[in-house]
C-alpha cells in the first residue's frame, strides 16, 4: 500500500511545487511507482512534469464525483511517475466541497481507490489552509513542509503547525510531520543563516538536514516542463533533491 504525503504550506512562493514535483520526480527515478496529484488550481505541478493544464478529467472531477480516481491518472515523460492534473477550474471546488457531508474526507476516499498501484503519492497543495489543503492533510500519512529562509515564512509556520494539530486531533489521528525543508537558501546571507539556526534550534528532530539551494537550474526546470533532475541533473539544485529524497525515504 502505497504512503501518502502532502507537501503543503500555507505561504505561497517557499518551494513547495518544486519540492513536490521534484521529489516526486525523483522517487520515480529511484524505480518506485509514484503518483502526483496536482490539488493547487495554479496547475504549476502539471505544467511541471510537461503535461497542459486543460486535461480532462482532473482532480476537479474527481473531488467533484464526475470522475473515478484511475480516469483521471495520466503517464507522464518520467518513467514510473504517473499525475493526476489540476486545472483552473479547481478554484470552485474551494466554495463547493464544503457543501457535501464529511467533505474533508473527499479526497481520502479518492485516492484509497488506487492506492495500492502505488509506492509513494504525493499531493501538492495549494497556498492556503482551506478545503482543499485539509482534504490533502486528512488523506495523507505525512506532511512536508517547505520553508524558504526568510522571516516571513517562520511566521507563518507557527499557524500551519497550528493547523496540523487540528487535523491529528479532528480528522487524521495518524498524520505525522515527515519534516521541515529548507528551501531557496543562500548560505551566503546572514538571514538564510539565522533562519535555518532557529528552526533547527525549534525542531532539532523534524528539519531535514538536505537544504535546498537557491539555484537557477531549479527556476528553469518548469519552463521546460521536466524537474530539475532532468533539465540539469547535475547542478546543486538537483544533487539536493536527490539528497533529500533519499531522506525522506530513509524517515518512512
Known sequence: ??????????KGGVGKTTTAVNLAACVAE?????????????????????????????????????????????ASRINNLSVVPSTPGLAGAGVELPQNQDYQHILKAALESVRDQFEFIIIDCPPSLGPLTVNALAAADEV??????????????????????????????????????????????????????????????LVFDTVIPRNVRIGESPSHGLPVIHHDPHCAGAEAYVALAREVAARV
Open 144 to 205: 512536508i513542509v517547505p520553508v524558504q529562509s526568510e522571516y516571513y515564512a517562520l511566521e507563518g509556520l507557527a499557524g500551519l503547525l497550528e493547523t496540523l494539530e487540528l487535523v491529528q486531533r479532528e480528522l487524521n489521528p495518524s498524520l505525522t510531520v515527515c519534516g521541515l525543508v529548507l528551501t531557496m537558501h543562500d548560505p551566503r546571507t546572514r538571514l538564510s543563516r539565522d533562519v535555518e539556526t532557529e528552526l533547527r534550534t525549534h525542531f532539532p528532530r
Open 30 to 74: 529511484a524505480g518506485y511507482s509514484t503518483l502526483l496529484v496536482d490539488l493547487d488550481p495554479q496547475a504549476n505541478a502539471t505544467v511541471g512534469v510537461g503535461l497542459p493544464k486543460d486535461l480532462t478529467p482532473s482532480i476537479y472531477e474527481v473531488l467533484s464525483g464526475e470522475s473515478p480516481t484511475v480516469a483521471a491518472i495520466r
Open 1 to 10: 500500500m502505497g504512503r501518502i504525503f502532502a507537501v503543503a504550506n500555507q
